[in-house]
């Protein structure tokens, strides 16, 4: 087997996956610890120490997979990311760039490369955007007409809620995530009773339909992202077994095409020596 391709065996193994993992997950904690003073008084050396292993670790790896994949590490859009956080964390600390060295927790976001569930995730996140984008439309559509007749209609009564068109933005964008809306509709509804109907029929369209819509776009969106890996997974072990299939009809053709050794023609006893048994 090829450097590479051994290389490249190992690299996809899940022993060396599940280390690069626990490297993360230790380097994160250790990044985290020293952002506390008491603990860098006392073991600072050490947090350094494997802040400095868990690079060099990083870096291997990088450079491994550069080594085996070549020309395919950079179609992984994963990659350039992995890639560009161990740059940045080679940047010295001292300098115009050491505000570069703060993202060095960063790196705690490789989990997300490492991690295949993860992976997936996040690709269905990106493959929804497009979906997401005409949903972010309608509710901005519906925020806005809203805020218009708030500040039309109760600009006056509670001018701290819906003095001005930005202001009921805000209040409105308040009553969506759920944050004390119905202290600031007992306040509307102090002055006209009927205003309810105006916050309950918001909060249906906003906080309901429209972000149940964005779960829908995101489920849809991980359906696909299975169904693609599953076709993919499923194309690789095609490619897998008709690969075996041509190295096995190559070894039998190149059985056959040896060329076997002629048989010895059968000695005849000569005349002479039949005459002699005689």
């Given at each position: 087997?090829?450097?590479r391709?051994?290389?490249?065996?190992?690299?996809?193994?899940?022993?060396?996956q599940?280390?690069?993992?626990?490297?993360?997950?230790?380097?994160?904690?250790?990044?985290g610890?020293e952002?506390?003073?008491?603990?860098t008084d006392r073991i600072?050396?050490?947090?350094?120490?494997?802040d400095?292993?868990?690079?060099?670790?990083?870096?291997?790896?990088?450079v491994a997979?550069?080594?085996?994949?070549?020309?395919k590490f950079?179609?992984?859009?994963?990659?350039?990311?992995?890639?560009?956080?161990?740059?940045?964390?080679?940047?010295?600390a001292?300098?115009?760039?050491?505000?570069l060295?703060?993202?060095?927790?960063?790196?705690?976001l490789?989990?997300?490369?490492?991690?295949?569930?993860?992976?997936?995730?996040v690709g269905?996140?990106?493959a929804?955007?497009?979906?997401?984008?005409?949903?972010i439309?309608?509710?901005?559509?519906?925020?806005?007409?809203?805020?218009?007749m708030?500040t039309?209609?109760?600009?006056?009564?509670?001018?701290?809620?819906?003095?001005?068109?930005?202001?009921?933005?805000?209040?409105?964008?308040?009553v969506?995530?759920?944050?004390?809306?119905?202290?600031?509709a007992?306040?509307?509804?102090?002055?006209?009773?009927w205003?309810?109907?105006?916050?309950?029929?918001?909060i249906?369209?906003?906080?309901?339909?429209?972000l149940?819509?964005?779960?829908?776009?995101?489920?849809?969106?991980?359906d696909?992202q299975?169904?693609?890996?599953?076709?993919?997974r499923t194309?690789?072990?095609?490619?897998?077994?008709l690969?075996?299939?041509?190295?096995?009809?190559?070894?039998?053709?190149a059985?056959q095409?040896?060329?076997r050794?002629?048989?010895?023609?059968?000695?005849?006893?000569?005349?002479n020596?039949?005459?002699?048994?005689?």
């Amino acid at each position: 087997m090829p450097g590479r391709e051994r290389v490249r065996s190992f690299l996809e193994t899940r022993l060396f996956q599940r280390t690069v993992i626990a490297v993360i997950v230790i380097n994160a904690i250790t990044i985290g610890c020293e952002t506390s003073s008491y603990l860098t008084d006392r073991i600072g050396g050490f947090l350094h120490v494997v802040d400095r292993v868990a690079l060099a670790v990083f870096t291997v790896e990088l450079v491994a997979r550069l080594y085996a994949y070549r020309g395919k590490f950079f179609k992984d859009p994963w990659n350039w990311f992995d890639a560009i956080i161990v740059v940045v964390a080679l940047i010295p600390a001292s300098g115009p760039t050491s505000v570069l060295r703060t993202l060095r927790i960063m790196r705690a976001l490789r989990l997300v490369a490492a991690v295949p569930s993860m992976r997936k995730v996040v690709g269905a996140l990106f493959a929804a955007m497009p979906g997401m984008g005409a949903i972010i439309g309608l509710l901005v559509l519906v925020m806005y007409v809203s805020a218009v007749m708030a500040t039309q209609l109760f600009g006056e009564l509670v001018p701290e809620h819906f003095d001005e068109l930005p202001t009921s933005l805000f209040t409105l964008f308040q009553v969506m995530t759920g944050e004390a809306w119905p202290d600031i509709a007992q306040k509307v509804m102090a002055e006209k009773p009927w205003a309810w109907l105006f916050f309950v029929g918001y909060i249906l369209m906003a906080s309901y339909v429209v972000l149940n819509l964005f779960i829908a776009v995101v489920v849809n969106a991980m359906d696909d992202q299975n169904t693609s890996a599953e076709e993919q997974r499923t194309e690789d072990q095609l490619t897998t077994v008709l690969n075996e299939l041509a190295r096995l009809h190559a070894r039998i053709d190149a059985m056959q095409g040896v060329p076997r050794a002629a048989p010895q023609p059968a000695r005849t006893p000569r005349k002479n020596a039949a005459r002699r048994s005689r």
